[in-house]
């Protein structure tokens, strides 16, 4: 399917329109001065040509009135594009509460997909229209680049980092995923496709790809494994650790009277870095983890612990004991729970 105007590609999401919207207004404003100005040089050109060889032109004195009208209009103008731009930016680039969530890893030169209900998907994208999805991206390797034409929207994919990027598809389709950074030789063959399906037919996708474990069950085996309970068990195991229930989302105190606001990106530097926020009341006695786990199982980690309760006397870890049983993660295994 064409779109309405063959100069841009297939508009399919909820804010595509208004980029649109904002790219010929900032075209037509162009244009529209481009016009004006090789219409008026012309015209003068013609009109005050130099006739006699011998002549001189008339003084001109200038005008305070002048001078400020064609500064303040053009400014006015400017601000336009600065609010209308500054506007569809945020809202873009702040992810909205209840979407589904998807994890992203990039690598040269694929793009590694999960869906928080366990579906592992490379290059490909399946999602079902009119809801809200949040990529929470990051890279094994270099930068890279996650674009979406259809949906106007583009976020960097950083290694050490996690970014964000949501969308909201408005038609079912195909939709060409392109990474947009220039990431080594196959750079140009780093592509996928979006799916964007019925509720339905998404449904019957997601129930016919079982098979592998949820990221927040596969993070929490690696939180006994690792040995993470043994600190961060219940009631922190004598104090060694915060509890992690509760976490993502609540504002934190730290050593030294800052606080942080839980993140993903704040739960990947404490397990790889965890001197950098010392939460208040605690040692720095926790050994660094980088090195130890990929990204994949940060991502698994990370959606455990988010999986956890929240807080109010509910603590990962239910016994004492570093092998006490956890609490399992909230329904984030059900898809009918996670994707309705
Ligand atoms: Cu990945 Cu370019």
Redesign the pocket.
């Known amino acids: 399917m064409q779109s309405w105007i063959p100069l841009v590609p297939e508009s399919a999401s909820s804010f595509s329109w208004q980029v649109d919207a904002l790219y010929f207004y900032l075209s037509g404003v162009t244009l529209f001065f481009t016009l004006l100005i090789s219409a008026v040089l012309i015209f003068f050109t013609v009109r005050y040509r130099r006739r006699t060889p011998y002549e001189i032109p008339r003084p001109i004195a200038g005008s305070h009135k002048l001078e400020t009208l064609w500064t303040v209009i053009p400014f006015l103008i400017a601000m336009t594009m600065f609010g209308w731009g500054a506007r569809l930016y945020f809202n873009q680039y702040k992810p909205p509460q209840n979407a589904i969530e998807v994890y992203v890893v990039?690598k040269?030169?694929m793009w590694k997909l999960q869906h928080a209900t366990g579906q592992r998907e490379i290059n490909e994208l399946h999602v079902p229209v009119g809801r809200r999805i949040k990529l929470i991206m990051t890279?094994e390797d270099?930068?890279?680049?996650f674009f979406v034409p259809a949906f106007r929207t583009k976020a960097d994919?950083v290694p050490g980092r996690y970014t964000t990027l949501w969308f909201e598809a408005t038609k079912p389709g195909k939709y060409h995923l392109?990474?947009?950074?220039?990431?080594?030789m196959?750079?140009?063959g780093?592509t996928g496709s979006i799916y964007v399906m019925e509720p339905r037919e998404f449904d019957n996708w997601l129930s016919g790809n079982t098979g592998s474990s949820t990221p927040a069950a596969a993070g929490q085996q690696l939180f006994q494994t690792l040995g993470c309970a043994s600190c961060h068990g219940a009631n922190g195991e004598g104090g060694r650790g915060p509890t992690l229930a509760g976490l993502v989302g609540r504002d934190t105190p730290l050593e030294g009277g800052q606080t942080v606001r839980a993140d993903e990106a704040y739960i990947r530097e404490s397990i790889l870095n965890p001197q950098a926020k010392i939460v208040a009341g605690f040692q720095p006695i926790m050994p660094t983890f980088q090195g130890q786990v990929t990204e994949d199982q940060l991502v698994q980690l990370i959606a455990f612990i988010k999986s956890l309760p929240g807080g109010s006397g509910a603590t990962p870890g239910a016994s004492p004991a570093a092998s006490g049983p956890l609490p399992s993660p909230r329904a984030s295994g059900s898809p009918t729970e996670n994707i309705r």
């Open positions: 990039g040269q030169w890279s270099v930068i890279h680049d994919v392109f990474c947009a950074e220039y990431c080594g196959n750079h140009s780093m």
